[in-house]
Nanobody, 115 residues
Protein backbone atom coordinates (compact mmCIF):
# COMPACT_ATOMS: atom_id res chain seq x y z
CA UNK A 1 0.00 0.00 0.00
CA UNK A 2 1.25 3.48 -0.92
CA UNK A 3 0.92 6.54 1.28
CA UNK A 4 1.33 10.14 0.17
CA UNK A 5 2.11 12.95 2.59
CA UNK A 6 1.71 16.49 1.32
CA UNK A 7 3.08 19.63 2.90
CA UNK A 8 3.78 23.25 2.13
CA UNK A 9 0.33 24.74 1.77
CA UNK A 10 -0.79 27.86 3.56
CA UNK A 11 -1.92 31.45 3.28
CA UNK A 12 0.02 33.84 1.08
CA UNK A 13 -0.56 37.25 -0.44
CA UNK A 14 -1.00 37.67 -4.16
CA UNK A 15 2.36 37.71 -5.87
CA UNK A 16 3.91 35.47 -3.25
CA UNK A 17 5.33 31.97 -3.50
CA UNK A 18 4.79 28.57 -1.96
CA UNK A 19 6.44 25.21 -2.45
CA UNK A 20 4.39 22.07 -2.10
CA UNK A 21 5.99 18.71 -1.38
CA UNK A 22 4.55 15.23 -1.66
CA UNK A 23 6.47 12.28 -0.27
CA UNK A 24 5.48 8.74 -1.18
CA UNK A 25 6.14 5.76 1.06
CA UNK A 26 5.10 2.16 1.36
CA UNK A 27 5.06 -0.54 -1.29
CA UNK A 28 6.18 1.46 -4.30
CA UNK A 29 7.05 -0.26 -7.53
CA UNK A 30 7.95 1.49 -10.72
CA UNK A 31 6.45 4.94 -10.41
CA UNK A 32 5.10 6.00 -13.78
CA UNK A 33 3.77 9.42 -12.95
CA UNK A 34 3.46 11.92 -10.14
CA UNK A 35 1.36 15.01 -10.36
CA UNK A 36 -0.57 17.78 -8.70
CA UNK A 37 -4.26 18.50 -9.03
CA UNK A 38 -6.35 21.17 -7.41
CA UNK A 39 -9.97 21.69 -6.53
CA UNK A 40 -11.39 25.10 -5.80
CA UNK A 41 -14.60 25.46 -3.83
CA UNK A 42 -17.58 24.58 -6.00
CA UNK A 43 -15.44 23.49 -8.93
CA UNK A 44 -14.22 20.21 -10.35
CA UNK A 45 -10.76 18.90 -9.64
CA UNK A 46 -8.30 19.87 -12.37
CA UNK A 47 -4.80 18.83 -13.29
CA UNK A 48 -2.14 21.42 -12.51
CA UNK A 49 1.14 19.72 -13.37
CA UNK A 50 2.57 16.26 -13.82
CA UNK A 51 5.92 14.58 -14.32
CA UNK A 52 6.71 11.14 -15.65
CA UNK A 53 9.42 8.78 -14.52
CA UNK A 54 11.42 9.90 -17.52
CA UNK A 55 11.21 13.53 -16.49
CA UNK A 56 8.68 14.73 -19.04
CA UNK A 57 6.40 17.39 -17.63
CA UNK A 58 3.04 18.85 -18.48
CA UNK A 59 1.58 21.97 -16.96
CA UNK A 60 -1.85 23.48 -17.37
CA UNK A 61 -1.85 26.70 -19.37
CA UNK A 62 -3.25 28.81 -16.53
CA UNK A 63 -0.09 28.34 -14.45
CA UNK A 64 2.59 28.08 -17.12
CA UNK A 65 5.48 30.40 -16.42
CA UNK A 66 4.52 30.59 -12.73
CA UNK A 67 4.52 26.99 -11.49
CA UNK A 68 7.27 24.40 -11.84
CA UNK A 69 7.07 20.70 -11.08
CA UNK A 70 10.08 18.60 -10.18
CA UNK A 71 10.82 15.31 -8.49
CA UNK A 72 13.51 13.59 -6.46
CA UNK A 73 13.43 9.98 -7.56
CA UNK A 74 15.65 8.79 -4.74
CA UNK A 75 13.22 10.22 -2.19
CA UNK A 76 10.02 9.40 -4.13
CA UNK A 77 9.07 13.02 -3.68
CA UNK A 78 7.48 15.48 -6.06
CA UNK A 79 7.52 19.24 -5.64
CA UNK A 80 5.40 22.08 -6.97
CA UNK A 81 7.06 25.47 -6.87
CA UNK A 82 4.38 28.13 -7.17
CA UNK A 83 5.42 31.71 -7.88
CA UNK A 84 3.44 34.85 -8.65
CA UNK A 85 0.42 33.36 -6.97
CA UNK A 86 -3.00 34.77 -7.77
CA UNK A 87 -6.26 34.64 -5.81
CA UNK A 88 -7.64 32.28 -8.45
CA UNK A 89 -4.97 29.76 -7.46
CA UNK A 90 -6.78 29.29 -4.17
CA UNK A 91 -7.75 25.63 -3.85
CA UNK A 92 -7.03 22.35 -2.14
CA UNK A 93 -4.02 20.84 -3.89
CA UNK A 94 -3.80 17.07 -4.18
CA UNK A 95 -0.83 14.90 -4.99
CA UNK A 96 -1.34 11.94 -7.31
CA UNK A 97 0.93 8.93 -7.86
CA UNK A 98 0.48 6.27 -10.51
CA UNK A 99 2.28 2.99 -10.78
CA UNK A 100 1.46 -0.14 -12.68
CA UNK A 101 -1.81 -1.21 -11.12
CA UNK A 102 -2.30 1.65 -8.66
CA UNK A 103 -3.52 5.21 -8.54
CA UNK A 104 -3.07 6.95 -5.19
CA UNK A 105 -4.19 10.36 -3.93
CA UNK A 106 -2.92 12.42 -1.06
CA UNK A 107 -5.15 13.99 1.55
CA UNK A 108 -4.81 17.47 0.08
CA UNK A 109 -3.24 20.67 1.29
CA UNK A 110 -4.99 24.04 1.31
CA UNK A 111 -3.49 26.95 -0.59
CA UNK A 112 -5.12 30.32 -0.02
CA UNK A 113 -4.01 33.43 -1.91
CA UNK A 114 -5.29 36.72 -0.59
CA UNK A 115 -5.68 39.78 -2.79
Amino acid sequence: QVQLVESGGGLVQAGGSLRLSCAASGRIFSINYMGWYRQASGKQREMVAGITSGGATNIVDSVKGRFTISRDGAKNTVYLQMNSLKPEDTAVYYCNLRTVGSNTWGQGTQVTVSS
